[in-house]
């Protein structure tokens, strides 16, 4: 489904909301989005994004993720309270925003795991949305840059080490983005 309306502060960027998927969620999942969604002041969406992505971005690292018991165990758990949610008639209709090339990477994860994407997204929620509801004073705390870092873009460090005049090792960080600068709002 292609999105007719883009957000007001995407208007004239190069970034556009390219698709929407429709994902079945438990109502208790759906208030817990919807909860820190309103206390972080940020979208719905966004809360999703953020727990979708992490969890595309392990699986597309180097090593990828395998289906360890505790992920198995979470899979699990997951499809168990979607089939109690169905069951029971309490099953929320979630729209997650996709910009770009977001929808490959997230089938692509899908596909390496062997699940559909809407059970990936579960999965990931399951995972990781309770990160977001940690307190400031946690060492897990999500702060406001790293959302939005990455919800909407995915950036990616690298340490790279060099070797200076002196006996010491010269640290530093580089920032790599799979994006153009100008392209950034």
């Given at each position: 489904?292609k999105?007719?309306r883009?957000?007001?502060?995407?208007?004239?960027?190069?970034?556009?909301?390219?698709?929407l998927?429709?994902v079945h969620?438990?109502a208790?999942?759906w208030?817990?989005?919807?909860?820190?969604?309103?206390?972080?002041g940020?979208?719905?969406?966004?809360?999703t994004?953020?727990?979708?992505?992490?969890?595309?971005?392990?699986?597309?690292?180097?090593?990828?993720?395998?289906?360890?018991?505790?992920?198995?165990?979470?899979?699990?758990?997951?499809?168990?309270?979607?089939?109690?949610?169905?069951?029971?008639?309490?099953?929320?209709?979630?729209?997650l925003?996709?910009?770009?090339?977001?929808?490959?990477?997230?089938?692509?994860?899908?596909?390496?795991?062997?699940?559909?994407?809407?059970?990936?997204?579960?999965l990931?929620?399951?995972?990781?949305?309770?990160?977001?509801?940690?307190?400031?004073?946690?060492?897990?705390?999500?702060?406001?840059?790293?959302?939005?870092?990455?919800?909407?873009?995915?950036?990616?460090?690298?340490?790279?080490f060099?070797?200076?005049?002196?006996?010491?090792?010269?640290?530093?960080?580089?920032?790599?983005?799979?994006?153009?600068?100008?392209?950034?709002?």
């Amino acid at each position: 489904m292609k999105c007719m309306r883009q957000p007001r502060f995407l208007l004239g960027k190069g970034v556009q909301i390219t698709n929407l998927i429709e994902v079945h969620l438990p109502a208790e999942q759906w208030r817990a989005i919807v909860k820190l969604a309103r206390a972080r002041g940020w979208t719905f969406s966004m809360m999703t994004r953020f727990c979708v992505l992490r969890l595309a971005s392990k699986t597309a690292s180097k090593t990828g993720i395998e289906w360890t018991p505790r992920l198995r165990e979470v899979h699990d758990k997951a499809k168990l309270r979607i089939s109690i949610a169905r069951a029971e008639g309490q099953v929320h209709r979630h729209m997650l925003c996709l910009y770009g090339d977001d929808e490959k990477l997230i089938r692509v994860a899908a596909m390496d795991l062997g699940i559909t994407m809407s059970a990936f997204i579960r999965l990931a929620l399951q995972l990781y949305l309770h990160l977001l509801a940690m307190e400031k004073h946690s060492k897990w705390y999500v702060t406001d840059a790293h959302l939005v870092e990455n919800s909407i873009r995915l950036v990616e460090q690298m340490t790279i080490f060099a070797a200076k005049a002196g006996p010491f090792p010269l640290l530093h960080e580089l920032h790599s983005w799979h994006w153009e600068l100008e392209s950034y709002w």
